[in-house]
């Protein structure tokens, strides 16, 4: 593998055997001085990722530069896997895999080698385009939700999509997102992790700030005045004892959820109803905000699905403007920062 190649795709497996041929280890790349750069780009890869949602480029024209990129890709993985949290790795399989798609569309002689490291079945086709699996098409893409990424809207023939090298390069991005998820976090042992401290609490402090950005109280904490309608009248209810229908429940815990509560403060709301039962509602709470399954929690539903399920109560002018709840809370707290991903 030439080494260009190796730095624009560190991910490949020739990309790790190009850096064992230049005697670099795990270890050294820790620690040795002679590494310095590649361990400061991974940070920055991490934390464009983070802050910027994209791992941004750097010149590539000495052998040297070209090492270091590809060493900086496995201590980036190292950091994100030491803070091991679930917004990260995402966000940063993100950036990376959105990166690798970017470069493809200006070398389009490498996806062929990209598409085999992925275990893309996919051959090449006439006048550049390209036959894929339709397993692997429909696994890849089922995330888009545009009509035409539907398998009926597609070139299919003999059991394999065409596609051009754009919509190509597009599903290898979902796929290398899909592999660096799936491979995070790394086991990275103790003495390494104290070595790459500075670095792991750069990257914690920037995280923190990039969630509270995104939450959409700002990180300031729930602010009763800026619930929708609908919120305050299901929350009022199950102050007062009222016997609140799933659909409810499940809009207004799913909505505290994402403002940021955390499961003491929603089941505090909840306690003041005078027929409080806490082992039920700690059942559902924690069912609702993905703690019992140590995972994300349910995303609340939208104006559509609340108006169907009649728990849209007295909209306002506000509610006019926007389509869904955690907008109106948005809008109301001035805190309009786009949402790209829910931290
Ligand atoms: S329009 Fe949306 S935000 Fe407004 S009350 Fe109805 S469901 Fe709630």
């Known amino acids: ?34 590494y310095e750069s590649a361990r400061k780009r991974g940070l920055e890869r991490v934390l464009d990722a983070v802050s910027q949602h994209k791992v941004g480029d750097v010149p590539l024209l000495q052998e040297y530069d070209r090492l270091m990129e590809i060493l900086s890709y496995p ?46 079945r996919s051959t090449a086709a006439a006048e ?15 995330v888009m939700k545009a009509s035409e990424w539907k398998l009926i ?55 923190s700030d990039t969630k509270k950005k995104l939450s959409p109280t700002g990180g300031e904490g729930m602010n009763p005045d800026h619930l929708p309608p609908c919120m305050k009248a299901i929350l009022a209810s199950a102050q007062n004892g009222v016997n609140l229908p799933h659909s409810a429940r499940f809009a207004l815990v799913s909505y505290l959820n994402a403002l940021g509560l955390t499961y003491e403060q929603i089941i505090g709301l909840f306690a003041q109803s005078p027929d409080f039962d806490e082992s039920k509602s700690s059942y559902q709470i924690k069912h609702i905000t993905g703690e019992e399954r140590g995972g994300e929690g349910y995303t609340p539903p939208e104006c559509a699905t609340m108006r169907t399920n009649g728990i849209c109560f007295d909209p306002d002018n506000l509610c006019a403007k926007i389509n869904h709840p955690l907008s109106y809370y948005r809008v109301k707290s001035g805190n309009t920062q786009k949402k790209e991903e829910k931290p």
């Open 1 to 34: 593998m030439d080494s260009l190649q190796a730095a624009r795709y560190p991910f490949l497996r020739g990309s790790a055997q190009f850096a064992e041929e230049n005697s670099a280890d795990i270890e050294s790349l820790i620690s040795s001085s002679s």
């Open 75 to 120: 201590y980036a993985r190292m950091i994100v896997s030491c803070i091991n949290d679930r917004f990260l790795t995402k966000r940063y399989a993100l950036a990376e895999a959105s990166r690798m798609n970017g470069l493809l569309s200006n070398d389009p002689g490498s996806e062929m080698a990209v598409a085999e490291e992925l275990e893309v």
């Open 128 to 142: 550049g385009r390209i036959n894929m699996h339709f397993s692997d098409y429909l696994r890849f893409s089922h």
């Open 153 to 207: 809207n597609t070139d299919l023939k003999g059991g394999f999509v065409l596609l051009d090298p754009d919509r190509f390069a597009r599903l290898l991005q979902n796929a290398l997102q899909e592999r660096i998820e799936s491979e995070l976090p790394l086991n990275v042992p103790d003495a390494f992790r104290k070595i790459m401290r500075k670095d792991i609490d750069r990257v914690n402090m920037v995280l």
